[in-house]
């Protein structure tokens, strides 16, 4: 029997269970079918592509998560809706929906209910908070269909942590170094502890250790996506800029597919807090900002597909063909390029034996977790590792940032020097470098070196945030766009005589503002020459990049 108890709505139920008045339910009518159910009906099961929704205008209907014990999420009585994110991208339903009364309901296809949240302004405020607060409850909860079994020493846990935190599905953890009832657990899956992590998915399927893509297939992320037919645009990224050039090409009825290879938000997801981006004078975590986007995009129609990585493109004739990992790939008469940029990693030998085991590229709450109550080092001297030291310091019993420069204040914001120089948790080291990492299983203590004096210390040191540089994400390309010394695309004035000679650049008119080497492709963000390396910016061109996306479908021609 179900657990009666259902969640505990964190926000006003008026906000999270809404009850439309009787002239919206006569427009959400206008868009459904409705029809009778019948005590006891099934309406939607579990692990079912979530594609419909239901407005209840007599009886009650039900939201029931399965497992060893199955639990009440939800119940909607006359005027009520069920539905939540996974109703808006399709993705498998995390309860079974059946009726515990009879009565009438409306029930909403997803394309209906698309239309509905586009063209009904009222309508869309009421069902859109409602989703964003019931999947915020689902996660910050655990009510999910996944268990995740790890442990803090594991690299593995915590990226698959990450994955799931990112892509707000809501999962339970189970921790091996403080559980003591988890052998049971293991015992009952056939698991030994050197499969961690493990992923139980919708509590039959088990994965050991698995990889990104792995967990989204299982997850039932991309069921809803179809890959088979030509989209007016493709985006290779889903950061600021990439998020931004969907909300705008879905919002103007573009056929749009985004392509992200790990998570929505790229380097802005994983900063702590944003204090200087337009609009948020309390600041935004870059998650929250990359999930509001993410959910504007999905409200507008875009589609996009998680845990998949272009690895290349057929630049010789079009329509583009975007290849991904194990598929045949995409086509798109025209492409955004939004790959975006990685940290820059240490030029020390055993470096990649401590990623995720004491050296980190992100800090967030989970990282920050893991280094409470001690010494962690930040390097860089970038907004990034700022926002990463100041956040760090109120978890952490000191915090060092290190730079190669002789200061802050050609690099990072002049609101976050002064918090630095203020904090009596925070010690800035100049001109200082890490020359090696030491360990067994995890970072153990770390050696410094700071000129001019050439002075080494041996610091022991757990944790290290690594925010230096940029490295942009342009080696799957296989030169079919023009390149800087650097290897970050040029676009537009950018590309020299030669450049578009060496790429035969086929049009009487000059490449546009954004645009690469190649017509109709162009690129945004921190994977663009000469990109301001701010978020705002980055929405910027993202934006714009899309006037210049009608301008290349007007020459090419839309295909029906």
Same mark, same amino acid.
């Given at each position: ?39 006891? %009906?099934? /309406? ?7 594609? @419909? ?12 998560? /399965? ?77 999910? &269909? ?30 091996? &170094? +403080? ?5 049971? !657990? ?30 989204? &297939?299982?997850?039932? #992320? ?25 909300? =705008? ?9 985004? !392509? ?12 702590? @807090?944003?204090?200087? =981006? ?19 995009? %999905?409200?507008?129609?875009? *589609? ?15 329509? =583009? ?38 050296? =980190?590229?992100?800090?967030? #709450? ?24 100041? #956040? ?26 002064? +918090? ?7 010690? /800035? ?13 995890? /970072? ?17 040191? @757990?944790?290290?945030? !690594? ?20 290897? #970050? ?5 950018? !590309? ?15 490449? *546009? ?12 963000? &921190? ?30 021609? +839309?295909?029906?």
């Amino acid at each position: 029997m179900p657990d009666r108890k259902p969640l505990v709505a964190s926000s006003p139920l008026e906000h999270v269970f809404p009850s439309l008045t009787p002239a919206q339910l006569t427009r959400v009518k206008a868009r459904g079918h409705v029809r009778a159910v019948a005590a006891g %009906e099934l /309406l939607l099961e579990a692990g079912a592509p979530a594609t @419909r929704m239901f407005v209840v205008t007599s009886g009650q209907l039900e939201v029931v998560r /399965l497992g060893d014990v199955e639990q009440l999420l939800a119940e909607f009585r006359a005027g009520q809706f069920t539905g939540e994110m996974n109703t808006l991208s399709g993705r498998p339903s995390v309860g079974r929906v059946s009726a515990t009364e009879a009565g009438e309901v409306v029930e909403l296809q997803r394309d209906d209910l698309l239309a509905l949240v586009q063209t009904d302004a009222d309508l869309s405020e009421i069902v859109m908070r409602a989703f964003i607060l019931r999947r915020l409850d689902l996660v910050a909860q655990n009510a999910g &269909d996944v268990v995740l079994i790890g442990s803090a020493h594991s690299p593995g846990t915590l990226r698959a942590k990450e994955f799931l935190t990112r892509n707000s599905h809501p999962y339970a953890y189970v921790d091996l &170094d +403080r559980d003591a009832d988890v052998q049971e !657990l293991l015992d009952r899956f056939h698991v030994a502890e050197a499969d961690i992590p493990v992923l139980i998915c919708r509590g039959t399927v088990v994965l050991r250790n698995p990889s990104n893509r792995q967990i989204a &297939d299982c997850l039932g #992320f991309n069921e809803s996506v179809d890959e088979t037919h030509i989209r007016d645009v493709v985006i290779v990224g889903a950061g600021p800029s990439g998020l931004a050039a969907a909300v =705008y090409a879905a919002s103007e009825g573009l056929d749009v597919l985004v !392509l992200e290879a790990n998570a929505p938000g790229g380097q802005a997801g994983s900063s702590s @807090r944003i204090e200087n =981006y337009l609009g948020f004078p309390t600041g935004i975590s870059g998650e929250e900002l990359a999930g509001r986007a993410f959910t504007q995009a %999905e409200k507008f129609g875009a *589609h996009i597909a998680i845990a998949q990585g272009a690895t290349g493109i057929s630049c010789t004739r079009r329509p =583009y063909t975007v290849r991904i990992d194990n598929g045949p790939g995409v086509q798109a008469r025209t492409i955004v390029l939004a790959t975006g940029a990685q940290y820059r990693k240490l030029a020390v030998d055993n470096l990649a034996q401590f990623e995720g085991a004491g050296v =980190y590229y992100a800090a967030t #709450f989970m990282e920050a977790q893991l280094c409470r109550g001690e010494e962690v080092v930040v390097v860089g001297g970038g907004n990034s590792a700022g926002q990463a030291a100041v #956040f760090l310091s109120q978890s952490a019993l000191r915090v060092h940032v290190l730079v190669r420069s002789g200061g802050l204040a050609t690099t990072m914001s002049r609101y976050l020097i002064r +918090r630095i120089e203020q904090s009596p948790d925070i010690v /800035l080291h100049t001109r200082t470098e890490i020359v090696s990492l030491e360990g067994g299983e995890a /970072l153990a203590r770390i050696r410094w070196r700071q000129r001019p004096a050439e002075l080494v210390e041996t610091r022991e040191i @757990r944790h290290v945030f !690594l925010m230096t540089g940029a490295a942009p994400c342009t080696g799957w390309l296989d030169g079919c766009v023009a390149l800087d010394s650097r290897g #970050f695309i040029k676009t537009g004035p950018d !590309l020299s005589k030669d450049d578009l000679s060496a790429a035969e650049w086929p049009l009487a008119r000059a490449p *546009h503002l954004l645009e690469t080497s190649l017509p109709g492709v162009f690129a945004v963000g &921190d994977v663009r020459a000469g990109n301001m390396k701010r978020v705002a910016s980055a929405v910027g061109e993202g934006s714009t990049a899309i006037a210049f996306v009608h301008q290349a479908l007007a020459e090419g021609g +839309r295909s029906s």
